[in-house]
């Protein structure tokens, strides 16, 4: 119980000018849950990518269980019992379920896929873990939290001495969260399994793990006994100052005709059903909402993304039905989506690049792009967003994720704009990250925009807005104001109603 | 206009050949035989380009040519007039220009030293007079025609077709493009077998189709159909001696002895014909002997 | 919307189908057991080839193989040229080892090398060209096939060419690979999520040069083939064949952006191509019309299969 | 080329100047490389350099060069153009026809009318009709081969050209050949359309991501049918010059050899350093991508190379290129 399961040696690497990690040594004991913990861009991912054998280390070394470890691939480290589940989404949208928990371990009989044993074998693990899903059902009929679900099937499928889990309940609900615990807490327990686990959430830290091991810009801060500290002290190690408080303090909207006046915005096709709200000048306004509540269908109504709804929406007194997205823009809306590499970002272009093209018009003159001008405001928001690394030219694929969000939010900061609609504006992004952005939010707030933040966390939304509406099977079922917050009035009025 | 050229009475010249594409034997055939003839020559370097059947880079290469400082060049082409911007500069360069297996018409103009070639039309329509004979005026016809765009394909339909003018009872029941290959033509021939029950011979535009065509007759099990070629290739003259599908083809002339004698005699600052139209023979069993060289590169 | 995608699924077999009624009603001739078989037995070549090209485009990744034709080509020669010595096994073996080492190449060029598929398998094609037009001095070789070679193309079986019997089991060995072993799974896997198959413990790089290997080996035996039919090499008789290939494979619907696609629509697509030239040869159309035709046909099918989600926006 | 002139005000000069280096390594490479080739010719064969040889190389070259930058076009889009080669033949037809029957700028006017019609229904084919680009441009592809075929019964067709339109193809000014210098201002043009326009950001985006260009507000759709409409005009250009230096035309297939040219663009704008999926290349990686093929060339021609033996230098020579730059990629 007591011996090492893994010791990290000086481990060291770099990516291009970036250093991930830098000489960090730490060990981790045998059946115990350790936990990783750091901002974004700490190192996280990069450590225990190359525990995976995704990424091989540029100096130091790694023992597992006593003997050297270096994986050339993930094959190599998973016949070694190393099984991750990656902060990505890992899965195989057109195979089936089965397919997807057993890739690369399929039953056979000869070269032959045994089609029946792998559907029995996935309907027990499945059944074992307590997951309400037909093996036989094609991935992508899966909502991303249910294939997130298999995904820690097929890790657990593996029957690993070490499991680690990189973020994983970034996308689940309360429910599924839970299966995921206890399945976590199962392995451990009965059968013995070493954990690693990575998570933006202190709670779980508390919750689930024995040891925790802090990272700070790729160097190893701290390892604790989980039960010697607290979250302030570790929130302190991770940022390395003190934290102030954690959201802005947030000045009454102005009062006044409201910008934006949704009302009996439908399509019943899309999960809209008659929802209806107003949203001041210079007012947050906080929308939760459960998994097809219609939140996105929402977003799209008012972005331009699609188009056919019934009701109306009135933008400054002035009717609003954006047919594009470009259509949206013009009128003055702007939208930092859900999927910041799928809709926000160019990932293989260049800081300079990404900012400017939330506004081409404003840096071209004569039909030339004026570069000069688009430097200068790139440069404004890296100083202003405090994005690393600090330098136009580098490319966005290369960023932490809180970065990256930070470019998808600056990329609108080229242009004058009215509402603006955030989507999970943190998913994902570490606590100074988070605290950044909910500060560009209120100055954006204070300026008179209005503000759509559409989040499934309650608590960010408590913190950060003046009211929040809730949306449960595309109506608005609640408004509630700041002064009447409280976690349990918000999730009950978000869950599903009954038909009419 | 006229055109002065430069020789070299004596020393070492080069020789340049460029040819438009090498993708089929016959081509082929033509730049070895270059090669053998040259090399048999003292003093005489050989240069060969091949355009790979694209007239641009065929007008590129006749430019490096020019640049290289060629004594003569020989140039054959299946790009009808595209190419004729190439041989004037040829001309203006004041190198001799020789044409070899390529249609050029004689009143085109072209500034030729000598046009050394077999005349395209006449054997298509030697191709017809043989099969009208042979047919008694009476018959079906099929056509396998090489591929569709490139002169010489062009040319012997224009002559064949022409002289059934005069032959209403002699009717092509099928017109199909074979691609100067063998197994586009067999594939094709089947599948008009398939449409036609009626077939009295079939011409094809060159050996490599006749070939073919006569894989796909053999296939369906017809011997009451005669095939009539072009080339004279060895392999062909072996069919013609050993079974009766393949009646006659006409030996393409694919040496290249006469249109270097010709340029060599150009460089050196002699008299040479204009135009040198070569005699090519009909081939069937009953001559097969006078023409079958097994040593022969094509 | 579930009809609608099934029905899109089907599509290419509904294409043919009605083809196939418009080509029998245009022609007494086509719909004859003959014409049938022969218009089978030519497509044996291209049957192969198009087999190892479904695996390399499912495979994804921009996954491609322009060298097919080219490589074709090679094999053929070589075989031509050594048959006597080898013999039937041993032209059987050189002929798949011609091919595998060209796929070797462009798996290496695709996963080591970094290129594009599309880009390094052109530049490799020409450079097997150009070793095969070498190698053979451009022209066609003619030396004596061992009859056993021949046979392979020469018999029938109750009255069957071999080829016509070749394309059914090429069909039948390409739906087994895809559907029925771990290795077809896992090039629709690879197809949909590169990253994720390698995560999940497979040596993607490994399964892609192996794939390329296979498509190559599949060309090699129908050079062999082309070899057999014709009783000589013919360097060039693989040229161009990669895009009628390619060509047929995308109109029965395998995605160019892998993962996507199965073997009979790549089967059905041959086939549609196939019935379009045959009935043109036999209404005698003039060859002017092929080109004109098969782009047609291209675009078309490619219209009707077209998926409201593509990688392209919704945009209009 | 575009990042060239970093405001000193953003950057200090220094790390300025090792950053266009940096960007721009593998341009500098393909150039470097152009660079022994040319001393290389020039030692095998003093002809090589001479004015006639260079006119000759210089001249050629302009026929790639201009349809290979509608190839990037595509390419940079996230598209592909297969039926470059086809619209460049079209035009030749279509100029020879009209040549003798309308007056210079009126053939000149319809011949980039056609071009611009093919663009755009490949381009509406691949935004309306939603098909990759691959399957659209390769059925225009074989059908406009098809057509000029139709219209000419497969004959090459010739006209008396007047002598301002040959003048276009054949004629030079201080030396230079016509074609030469209209390449010239196209590379010109398309570097400023590309690199310095808002245009070329738009570009950019629908190519890197297509749907946060959307996202963004930039109209996608119009992008991509923009592309398609200029690089077929690209090709049409080149045609109309082409039959200016030919005045005649002769229809080719497939069959009949006519597959180069669209594969040779785009081999020459990957050598370039442009990416098929898109987002990645530049106009000066295309033009020196586009030389280094025609340079070669002339130098394996010159040097007196078996034809079959070029083909195979000309493609290890590329092949090595492709992969000493993707192996250089890597590492960075
Ligand atoms: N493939 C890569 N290429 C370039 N840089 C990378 C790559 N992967 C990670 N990095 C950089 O390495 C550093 C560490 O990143 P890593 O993903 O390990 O952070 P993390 O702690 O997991 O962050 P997060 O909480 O956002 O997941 C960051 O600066 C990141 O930008
Ligand atoms: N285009 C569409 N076609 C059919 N159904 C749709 C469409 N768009 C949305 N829906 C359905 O409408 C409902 C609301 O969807 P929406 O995506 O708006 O929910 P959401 O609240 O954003 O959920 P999540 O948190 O999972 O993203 C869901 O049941 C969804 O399946
Ligand atoms: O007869 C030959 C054919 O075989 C083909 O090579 C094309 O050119 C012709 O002259
Ligand atoms: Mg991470
Ligand atoms: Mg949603």
Redesign the interface.
């Given at each position: 119980m007591m011996s090492t399961a893994i010791e990290l040696q000086a481990l060291t690497k770099r990516f291009?000018i970036t250093k991930a990690l830098s000489d960090v040594s730490f060990s981790i004991r045998q059946g115990s849950v350790h936990a990783l913990v750091g901002e974004n861009g700490a190192g996280k991912s990069s450590l225990i990518k190359i525990l995976?054998g995704?990424h091989q280390p540029d100096g130091g070394a790694v023992r597992l269980f006593g003997q050297d470890f270096a994986p050339k691939?993930?094959?190599a480290?998973?016949?070694s019992g190393v099984s991750?589940m990656?902060q990505?989404s890992?899965?195989?949208?057109?195979?089936s379920v089965a397919?997807n928990i057993y890739?690369?371990?399929?039953p056979?009989i000869g070269?032959?896929?045994d089609?029946s044993r792998l559907m029995k074998q996935a309907g027990d693990l499945l059944g074992r873990l307590g997951i309400e899903i037909e093996p036989g059902r094609p991935m992508a009929t899966l909502s991303p939290s249910e294939a997130k679900l298999i995904e820690m099937g097929?890790a657990v499928s593996?029957n690993a001495k070490v499991l680690i889990m990189d973020e994983p309940t970034a996308n689940l609900n309360q429910a599924e969260q839970q299966i995921l615990f206890r399945v976590l807490k199962q392995l451990n327990e009965k059968e013995g399994v070493t954990v690693i686990y990575i998570s933006h959430h202190m709670q779980e830290v508390f919750d689930l793990c024995d040891h925790v091991t802090v990272l700070r810009d790729g160097q190893h801060v701290a390892t604790l006994d989980v039960a010697d500290t607290e979250t302030d002290g570790l929130v302190r190690l991770m940022i390395g100052r003190q934290m102030e408080a954690y959201f802005p303090t947030i000045a009454a909207p102005a009062q006044g005709e409201p910008r934006l006046v949704v009302s009996d915005l439908a399509h019943p096709a899309r999960g809209l059903d008659g929802a209806s709200f107003e949203v001041a000048r210079g007012e947050i306004f906080g929308i939760y909402g459960l998994a097809d509540s219609g939140r996105t269908a929402l977003t799209n109504a008012l972005?331009g993304?699609q188009t056919g709804f019934a009701g109306a929406v009135r933008l400054d007194g002035a009717p609003f039905a954006p047919t594009?997205?470009?259509a949206?823009?013009?009128a003055g809306v702007i939208?930092v989506?859900e999927d910041r590499k799928?809709?926000?970002?160019?990932?293989?272009?260049d800081l300079l690049?990404n900012f400017?093209?939330?506004n081409?018009?404003r840096?071209?003159s004569n039909?030339?792009?004026e570069?000069?001008t688009a430097?200068?405001a790139a440069?404004t928001h890296i100083q202003r967003l405090r994005v690393k690394p600090n330098n136009?030219?580098a490319l966005v694929k290369g960023l932490s994720g809180g970065n990256q969000q930070k470019v998808a939010i600056g990329?609108w900061l080229n242009r004058d704009f009215r509402l603006a609609i955030f989507q999970e504006p943190t998913r994902g992004i570490d606590v100074s990250a988070k605290m950044e952005v909910y500060e560009v939010i209120k100055s954006l707030s204070e300026a008179g925009v209005a503000i759509l933040v559409l989040s499934s966390e309650v608590l960010e939304l408590m913190g950060l807005c003046h009211r929040v509406g809730v949306l449960s099977g595309g109506r608005m079922t609640a408004t509630i104001e700041r002064a009447d917050f409280s976690e349990h009035a918000i999730v009950s009025a978000a869950l599903p109603r009954r038909r009419a | 206009q006229t055109y002065q050229y430069n020789t070299v009475p004596e020393g070492d010249i080069t020789l340049c050949f460029s040819q438009v594409v090498m993708n089929h034997p016959f081509r082929v055939a033509m730049v070895e035989s270059f090669e053998q003839v040259v090399a048999g020559m003292e003093g005489v370097t050989g240069v060969v380009t091949d355009a790979q059947g694209d007239a641009t880079r065929e007008i590129a290469n006749i430019e490096s040519l020019i640049a290289r400082g060629c004594n003569a060049i020989i140039v054959s082409s299946l790009s009808g007039r595209a190419i004729y911007p190439a041989y004037r500069e040829v001309a203006d360069a004041g190198i001799p220009l020789i044409i070899a297996a390529s249609g050029v018409p004689e009143e085109e103009g072209i500034p030729y030293v000598s046009f050394v070639s077999t005349e395209e039309v006449s054997m298509g329509e030697r191709a017809f007079d043989y099969i009208a004979a042979r047919l008694g005026g009476e018959g079906n016809i099929v056509q396998l025609q090489g591929v569709p765009e490139s002169t010489n394909s062009i040319l012997r339909r224009e002559g064949f077709n022409a002289q059934a003018q005069y032959w209403p009872n002699i009717v092509t029941v099928a017109d199909q493009s074979g691609q100067w290959l063998r197994l586009p033509a067999r594939q094709v021939m089947a599948n008009i077998l398939q449409a036609n029950s009626d077939i009295d011979a079939v011409f094809a535009y060159n050996d490599e189709m006749a070939l073919g065509a006569i894989q796909a007759l053999e296939d369906a099990g017809r011997t009451d159909v005669f095939v009539v070629g072009m080339d004279g290739q060895k392999e062909s003259l072996e069919v013609i001696q050993s079974g009766d599908l393949f009646a006659m083809t006409i030996a393409n002339e694919w040496r290249m002895d006469t249109a270097i004698e010709t340029a060599v005699a150009a460089v050196r600052g002699e008299a040479v014909p204009q135009r040198v139209v070569l005699r090519v023979p009909m081939i069937t069993d009953d001559n097969i002997d006078a023409h079958y060289d097994p040593e022969a590169v094509f | 919307m579930n009809g609608l995608s099934t029905l899109r699924n089907n599509l290419p077999i509904l294409i043919l189908a009605a083809l196939v009624v418009v080509a029998s009603l245009l022609s007494p001739s086509f719909l004859t057991w003959n014409n049938i078989i022969n218009l089978v037995q030519y497509n044996a070549e291209l049957a192969l080839v198009c087999l190892g090209l479904t695996l390399v485009i499912i495979s994804g990744n921009g996954g491609i193989d322009l060298s097919v034709g080219a490589t074709l080509g090679l094999s053929g020669v070589v075989v031509a040229m050594y048959g006597e010595f080898l013999g039937l096994p041993g032209s059987l073996i050189v002929a798949l080892a011609v091919g595998a080492l060209v796929g070797l190449a462009n798996g290496l060029a695709v996963t080591k090398g970094k290129l594009e598929p599309f880009i390094a398998t052109f530049i490799l094609a020409s450079i097997v060209t150009a070793i095969t037009l070498l190698f053979t001095g451009g022209g066609p070789v003619l030396r004596s096939i061992p009859d056993a070679v021949e046979a392979i193309a020469g018999i029938r079986l109750s009255g069957i060419p071999l080829p016509a019997i070749y394309f059914v089991l090429t069909f039948l060995v390409g739906v087994v690979i895809l559907r029925m072993t771990p290795y077809g799974r896992h090039l629709y896997a690879m197809g949909a999520s590169s990253e994720t198959v390698r995560f999940a413990g497979i040596r993607t790089d490994r399964l892609r040069i192996a794939t390329y290997m296979l498509c190559g080996a599949l060309a090699g035996l129908a050079g062999l083939l082309t070899t057999a039919r014709l009783g000589m090499g013919e360097p060039r008789s693989g040229i161009g064949m990669e895009l009628t290939a390619i060509s047929a494979v995308v109109v029965g619907g395998v995605s160019l952006y892998g993962g996507r696609g199965t073997m009979t629509g790549a089967f059905v697509g041959i086939l549609i191509f196939a019935v379009v030239l045959n009935l043109m040869n036999i209404l005698n159309l003039s060859a002017f019309y092929q080109p004109i035709a098969q782009g047609s046909i291209v675009i078309l099918a490619g219209l009707l299969l077209s998926r409201r989600k593509s990688m392209f926006l919704k945009v209009a | 080329m575009h990042e060239v002139d970093v405001p000193p005000a953003a950057t200090k000069s220094a790390g300025s100047l090792r950053r266009v280096v940096s960007a721009h390594t593998e341009e500098f490479l393909l150039a470097g490389v152009i660079v022994a080739l040319i001393a290389v010719g020039g030692f095998l064969s003093p002809v090589f350099l001479s004015q006639y040889n260079i006119t000759s190389v210089a001249r050629q070259v302009s026929f790639d060069v201009m349809p290979a930058l509608g190839q990037l076009l595509a390419v940079l889009a996230a598209g592909i153009d297969l039926s470059i080669g086809a619209v460049i033949r079209l035009a030749q037809m279509v100029s020879i026809l009209l040549v003798e029957r309308v007056p210079l700028p009126v053939a000149f006017l319809l011949v980039m009318a056609c071009g611009a019609a093919v663009g755009l229904v490949n381009g509406l084919l691949v935004v309306k009709g939603r098909l990759e680009p691959f399957i659209v441009t390769l059925g225009t592809w074989t059908i406009l081969d098809g057509l000029s075929l139709l219209v000419t019964g497969g004959r090459g067709i010739a006209a008396n050209v007047p002598d301002a339109f040959a003048y276009l193809g054949r004629g030079t000014v201080v030396g230079i050949p016509v074609p030469t210098l209209i390449a010239a201002l196209v590379v010109i043009i398309m570097s400023v359309v590309i690199h310095r326009s808002s245009f070329g950001r738009q570009l950019f985006s629908v190519g890197s991501n297509d749907l946060a260009a959307h996202y963004a507000g930039i109209k996608v759709a119009r992008v991509r049918v923009t592309v398609f409409m200029l690089a077929s005009s690209l090709a049409a250009l080149t045609g109309f010059i082409m039959a200016a230096r030919t005045g005649a035309f002769q229809p080719t297939t497939i069959s009949s050899g006519g597959a180069g040219t669209e594969l040779a663009t785009i081999a020459a704008v990957v050598v370039g350093g442009a990416r098929l999926s898109g987002g990645r290349g530049t106009v000066i990686g295309a033009l020196l991508g586009a030389t280094l093929t025609g340079v070669l060339f002339s130098i394996l021609v010159l040097a007196g190379i078996d034809p079959y033996v070029q083909s195979l230098i000309l493609g290890l020579i590329i092949l090595g290129a492709l992969l000493l730059s993707a192996s250089r990629r890597s590492k960075s």
């Open positions: 291009g995976s995704v691939d993930s094959a480290a998973q016949l991750t990656f990505e890992q899965q195989v949208s057109n195979l397919e890739l690369g371990m399929e056979r070269p032959f896929l089609w097929r593996r972005f993304i594009s997205p470009t949206a823009i013009e939208l989506p799928l809709q926000g970002l160019m990932l293989d272009l690049h400017s093209v939330g081409l018009g840096f071209v039909g030339l792009f570069k000069k430097l200068e440069n136009a030219y990329k | - | - | -």
